[in-house]
């Protein structure tokens, strides 16, 4: 287990915090949703509070090794600034004089933001003479990016043998701790609620999950591929063929475990998945025709999936039921949100991750009624596929710097 935060040596200290502050942008620079910034700021405070002087790390984006004006961390420095109510020095680059004057300028009670890490192609290389020089020469390290631990970029993984003492931040730790909630004591029922496009990106988490719960619900574009699996007509919905056989055995693997594994029994479908659409609902035993698409889940598969997050002790939510950037596919979403958040107040643990699905919850008012909201979706679902995460094997690298 990597060192929590408390056990770092942190006064008198520069200490390079890595934190996840890739946030959405309006058109005009501003901050669409600061979500990710908030959740670090009790880490960064901490290390104020303790006589430390915290140098952030971050990445914003996919500028893709160039330095695009459009992902610049300086709109995030300026509302961090706000947030903390104290000084954030700005470094205009992450390596050399600038940022080497913005460390040394800052002082007790002040915070320090390099520029966008990927304005370098050696952070996505996790190229070792990067994160040399990224590090500089600071003694602890501290990773916060719960959003970035499935990554191997320099600033997550090569860092970390450049400094002498590393360790885990707050957020980090709130993120292992749910999650493993979810892995070593669940209490049931355990109810699984599966969404997004794709069988491809859930594919080993769905197979780990059926090991735990009790319950997997599917929804979203990724539960026509199984609806296909199950010889149903899913007309031009979306469907990853390649992936039909893995889906057949995934249902086969459910009866044989004595799990339940629920697709959708209705859905809302168009000819075009836009937001002029006006959908109509079909029972999926009759099958969607040919020249129509499933944009979402219907009434009686909300009504179905709510009945068992309603019985549930410990809920687990990732990924959307419909097109639910769309407004006329956003019912389903939305209803499982209220669903989860019920389900929570009637004393169910719930762990939502996923872009989406947190949106959902937002939107309605109800981000904070449910039990943890994880802001790394992919690295949840690595996590809990049992994947070794690289930034959290590398905090616990004992080599030679």
């Known amino acids: ?9 942190l006064a008198n200290q520069k200490v390079l915090v890595r934190v996840d502050f890739n946030v959405p942008l309006n058109p005009d620079g501003s901050i669409r949703d600061d979500t990710r910034i908030r959740e670090a700021l009790p880490t960064l ?18 500028p893709r090794g160039q330095r695009k004006a459009e992902y610049s961390l300086a709109p995030v420095a300026r509302h961090l600034a706000t947030l903390l109510d104290c000084t954030v020095h700005f470094a205009p680059d992450c390596l050399g004089e600038p940022a080497q004057r913005s460390i040394a300028d800052a002082r007790p009670g002040e915070v320090v933001l390099l520029e966008n890490l990927r304005f370098h192609p050696g952070e996505e290389a996790n190229d070792p003479a990067f994160a040399e020089q990224l590090a500089h020469g600071c003694q602890v390290y501290v990773n916060d990016a719960f959003g970035a631990a499935h990554r191997a970029h320099a600033s997550v993984v090569a860092i970390t043998r450049y400094v002498r003492w590393k360790g885990m931040g707050l957020l980090m730790e709130r993120e292992l701790s749910a999650l493993q909630r979810l892995l070593q004591r669940p209490e049931h029922p355990y109810v699984a609620l599966i969404g997004g496009a794709k069988v491809s990106d859930k594919l080993e988490v769905l197979q780990a999950l059926l090991q735990r719960c009790d319950v997997l619900l599917l929804g979203g574009g990724l539960a026509f591929t199984f609806l296909k699996a199950r010889g149903f007509a899913v007309g031009d919905s979306i469907v990853e063929e390649e992936l039909i056989p893995a889906a057949e055995r995934l249902i086969e693997q459910a009866q044989q475990e004595g799990k339940q594994l629920l697709l959708p029994l ?5 000819t075009t998945l836009s937001p002029e659409a006006v959908p109509t609902t079909v029972a999926l035993a009759a099958g969607i025709p040919q020249g129509w698409k499933g944009g979402d889940i219907g009434p009686e598969t909300i009504a179905l999936f709510t009945e068992h997050l309603q019985r549930a002790r410990t809920i687990f939510w990732n990924g959307p039921l419909g097109v639910y950037e769309l407004p ?9 949100a209220q669903a989860v958040a019920e389900a929570t107040r009637c004393g169910a643990f719930s762990l939502v991750g996923g872009g989406d699905s947190i949106a959902a919850l937002r939107q309605a008012g109800l981000a904070e009624a449910v039990s943890h909201l994880s802001t790394g979706g992919g690295a949840a679902l690595e996590f809990l596929a049992g994947r070794k995460l690289p930034g959290l094997e590398a905090l616990n690298y004992t080599g030679q710097s």
């Open 45 to 62: 405070r901490a290390i104020c509070d303790a006589g430390g002087i915290p140098v952030v790390l971050s990445h914003l984006g996919r």
């Open 266 to 270: 209705d859905a809302c479908i168009a």
């Open 1 to 9: 287990m990597p060192l929590r935060l408390r056990e770092l040596p």
């Open 328 to 336: 006329p596919f956003q019912q389903g979403t939305r209803a499982m």
